[in-house]
């Protein structure tokens, strides 16, 4: 295992330009439920459907009635997620990823997770592919704006900036994801010369290819997570394990050998 962290911190050294991609099993450890896992919030409550953003765009007015409905009532996956994001604080998987951005050896975090906790964690330079459940988005002019705080008294709530239709910002099955946002993940993933793999199963995509592509560019390709993925087989350095263990000694071993 030392061996294994070891040569994380190495890569992660050696690298001009080393990013983090991270998903579900990171805030796992936060308490906040997978969707996909044995106990997930799907496995137990069933996915949502396919055309979740056409019912949205169909008749915001009721998806807005029953959202907030549902926000309220307990037993639903909704009231779940919610109920965990909100009590839910960053762990030290998060936290270590933040101290290797302040080290100046990770550049930036694309996550697939919606929970807002590398910014709470003090990570800067993050990319949320999927979006923010703590924000609201507007499908007209694109404008995004934390959700507390922001008075709801019409439905569909209005934009402020254009009176466009405000959704929440996670992105919706079968909703394009915002175009900068996957042009800034894009240019990311060809930039980068290691990519550290955190909690993702790789199982959805776009973010399952961006570990593909950067090692096609001649990127190293490190993996923390407790299982076997579907992108183990791609990595040069996979170490078992959560990451709030193994995050963190990897921040030590890179201390040392920046300190040595």
Same mark, same amino acid.
């Given at each position: 295992m030392q061996e294994l962290i070891g040569r994380a911190a190495d890569i992660l050294i050696g690298a001009e330009y080393a990013i983090a991609l991270t998903g579900a099993g990171?805030?796992?450890?936060?308490?906040?439920?997978?969707?996909?896992?044995p106990d997930g919030l799907w496995t137990r409550y069933g996915q949502p459907s396919n055309l979740s953003y056409r019912v949205f765009s169909q008749d915001p007015q009721a998806w807005w009635e029953q959202r907030l409905n549902d926000e309220a009532a307990p037993g639903n996956p909704t009231?779940?997620?919610?109920?965990?994001?909100?009590?839910?604080?960053?762990?030290?998987?998060? @936290?270590?990823?933040?101290?290797? +951005?302040?080290?100046?050896?990770?550049?930036? $975090? %694309?996550?697939q997770n919606v929970d807002g906790l590398h910014g709470r964690a003090g990570s800067q330079a993050v990319l949320e592919i999927h979006g923010n459940r703590n924000h609201l988005r507007c499908i007209g002019c694109g404008s995004r704006r934390?959700?507390?705080?922001?008075?709801?008294?019409?439905?569909p709530p209005p934009c402020i900036d254009c009176g466009g239709?405000?959704?929440?910002?996670?992105?919706?099955?079968?909703?394009?994801?915002?175009a900068p946002t996957l042009a800034a993940c894009a240019q990311e993933v060809h930039r980068c010369d290691a990519m550290l793999l955190v909690g993702t199963s790789g199982a959805v995509n776009p973010a399952a290819q961006f570990p593909?592509?950067?090692?096609?560019?001649?990127?190293?390709?490190?993996? @923390?997570?407790?299982?076997?993925? +579907?992108?183990?087989?791609?990595?040069?350095? $996979? %170490?078992?394990?959560?990451?709030?263990?193994?995050?963190?000694?990897i921040v030590q071993a890179v201390r040392e050998r920046i300190n040595a």
């Open positions: 990171l805030s796992v450890e936060s308490g906040i439920p997978s969707f996909r896992g009231y779940d997620l919610k109920a965990a994001v909100d009590q839910a604080l960053p762990n030290p998987g998060h @936290v270590a990823l933040a101290d290797l +951005e302040s080290l100046d050896v990770l550049k930036s $975090v %694309i996550t934390p959700r507390d705080g922001y008075l709801i008294t019409d439905l239709i405000i959704k929440l910002d996670t992105v919706m099955f079968g909703e394009p994801i915002p593909l592509v950067a090692r096609e560019q001649g990127a190293k390709i490190i993996e @923390v997570n407790p299982m076997p993925t +579907e992108l183990t087989a791609a990595a040069h350095v $996979v %170490i078992s394990g959560g990451a709030g263990d193994i995050l963190p000694a």
